[in-house]
């Protein structure tokens, strides 16, 4: 997991090197995302406490902002859509955990470093929903959703043609929700993501 997103850190520090593209106006995206989620179990009394189990997935994702630059310096808040597909198995393997997708506010802060590419941090304010499924439950299943924050960093590529390239890391912040009928469970749940993507500026 450190590799993973070593190796993307070390992307986005390459693509700010030697390549001022104004960072303004409407963007709409697409993106690829790799995952990698964890999550345990833990009893509301503060023991009896799983380990963390690890679930790595592939998920798509769409994005639009509007962007406002000063001397360089952006803002650009939207909205976002992202699949996640993470299936953890906890609890000697009789229970999962479905992470299923996201939704919120997502806004980027950033500087045009070059022509062509920009830096910037991603912060995110929104849903994610989840399915929970096994014998800790003593009535059927349980799924919903459960509110996150998530923060990261990210380069863009520009094109005189409008197209966009995208790479992004980012964390979603651990997150808690109550894991089964009696609420004597809750489930601590966070995920890593490594994003590319392909957008266009109108």
Not at 165 to 193: C, H, L, W
């Amino acid at each position: 997991m450190k590799k993973l997103f070593l190796s993307a850190t070390i992307v986005i520090s390459l693509l700010s090197i030697n390549s001022m593209a104004k960072t303004e106006g409407n963007y709409l995206g697409v993106t690829l995302n790799k995952s990698i989620s964890q999550a345990r179990f833990v009893h509301n009394s503060g023991e009896g406490a799983s380990n963390n189990k690890y679930d790595e997935s592939v998920g798509l994702g769409v994005n639009y902002c509007r962007a406002f630059n000063s001397e360089g310096l952006f803002i650009a808040p939207g909205i976002t859509y992202e699949t996640i597909g993470a299936k953890i198995s906890t609890r000697n393997d009789n229970t999962t955990i479905k992470l299923n997708n996201l939704y919120g506010i997502k806004t980027d802060f950033g500087y045009d470093v070059s022509e062509k590419v920009s830096l910037y941090v991603p912060l995110t304010f929104g849903k994610m929903s989840y399915k929970i499924e096994g014998d800790l439950l003593s009535v059927g299943n349980k799924s919903g959703a459960t509110s996150f924050i998530s923060y990261g960093l990210g380069a863009s590529i520009a094109s005189s043609s409008g197209a966009i390239g995208t790479i992004e890391i980012s964390r979603i912040e651990p997150t808690n929700f109550k894991a089964n009928s009696d609420e004597s469970y809750k489930v601590q749940a966070a995920t890593y993501m490594l994003k590319f993507g392909v957008g266009y500026h109108f």
